[in-house]
């Protein structure tokens, strides 16, 4: 075990594994790239839609359903599934099935934290803001969006987590990332590489985790903070 | 490219009608993998969730190390452990107990915290000890919420499952994995599609048999549980 973490170490040590198309930088660019671009992506998509909405309160039932059905749906499964469908689309392999996969688990969960977020704003301060005479639009942009953000924020920060971790699996469809390293290895039983890997994609989940969690504390006024303990429960 | 186009179907009913015995024994080792890890999850966590009610302390620290478990990305812990118990079923059952501890112990935790004060105060009245208290009382009446953690872990891990596929295990995930290095073929996405479609219907399944058991567990309380 000692021999075998030494080992690792090494391969960490070794510049070449470093650089290069095939080196961690690049794999790491190529991770940070998709996962930046579908999360932001996502976010747009799945944001504003659910915040009118919910303003409106329509669909209520039908976000309880998506949050079910989100949940059984394996994404090992969905990224594989969107490899076909890609090179249907004329999209080929690599960046496409895996960004697409990725849209596709990114949006549900962000479309009902941000539906919860706005939905639970208490109707009294709701009617409360109609009372003192604001316009509906009012209520929106200086009621329900302020007090839900704390929820939307935690929202796109739990779906970045899980963008970064799936991103790995689109070494299984051609695309680059750290996962390269874990299923390259497995391919050639280099255990060596596969934990190097396992280190590298471990790592960059967690400090995407602790840096969107630094820029919500950063954000989000102390009196708002408890709204977002909410989001935990719902996208777990 | 030009097989697809020459093959034009992307769907192959032959297959699944010449493959029901396999898919049926894929089905069954997906339940397997499953049922123990969400067993063994349990009853970790219900270890953990009354250290953690007992003593006060230890609860962030638990909830940060297992938040840090659940964080790590499912391919990159099953690659963690393969070094050390290789491509086997421990290495799959050790990675998906990992990812439903959080999820049970937050509900666990969270279902006793939410009796309330004074129906613990009625039964320590009425005699209850610590233990007959936890026991009798307050963990029959955290039912619903814990049920709703064990609903949430399940489904969780019948996705997971698939995953294992990458480590020789795999239940369902063998089609999707097996579907991949075809995927150029009808055969190949008659695979992957099958292996999705019958894992989410288990993952339904399993949901709803969930919510009948706790319907017949708590009938005192028909109220929704609050996940």
Known sequence: MIGFLGDVLSWFGDPSNWIGPAGILNRLREHVQITVAATAVSAALAIAPAVWLAHRRIGGTFVV????????????????????????????????????ALLFLAVPPMFTNAYTGVAEVEADLVEASRGMGMTDREVLTKVEIPMASPVILAAVRVAAVQVAATATLGALVGWGGLGRFIVDGFAVQDNVT???????????AIVTEVILAAVERWIVPTTLRSRAAEVETVAA | MILLQASGGFFSWSWVAGHL?????RTVEHLILTGIAVAVGMAISLVLSV???????????ITWFTGVLYTIPSLALFAFLVPITGLSILTAEIGLVSYTLL??????????????AAT????????????????????PLALPVIIAGIRIAAVTTIGL???????G???????????????????????????????????????????GAQRIATPWSRRRAVA
């Open chain 1, 65 to 100: 359903a998506v949050v079910n059905i989100g949940r059984a749906i394996p994404s090992f499964a969905i990224v594989v599934l969107f490899l076909p469908i890609s090179i249907r689309l004329g999209l080929g392999i690599g960046f496409w099935p895996t960004f697409l």
């Open chain 1, 194 to 204: 596969v934990f190097a890997g396992a280190v590298l994609v471990a790592g960059l």
């Open chain 2, 21 to 25: 015995d396999d898919i049926w024994a």
């Open chain 2, 51 to 61: 250290v953690a009610l007992r003593y006060r302390w230890t609860y962030p620290p």
């Open chain 2, 103 to 116: 999820i049970l112990i937050r509900n666990t935790v969270a279902g006793v915290d939410a009796v309330p």
């Open chain 2, 120 to 139: 613990v105060e009625s039964a320590r009245g009425m005699g209850y000890t610590d233990r007959g208290l936890f026991f009798a009382v307050e963990l």
């Open chain 2, 161 to 167: 499952v698939t995953v294992t596929a990458l480590i």
């Open chain 2, 169 to 211: 295990q795999g239940g369902l995930g063998f089609f999707i994995l097996r579907g991949l290095s075809l995927f150029y073929s009808p055969i190949g996405t008659t695979q992957i599609v099958v292996g999705t479609v019958v894992s989410v219907a288990l993952a339904v399944a399993v949901d709803l048999m969930l919510v």
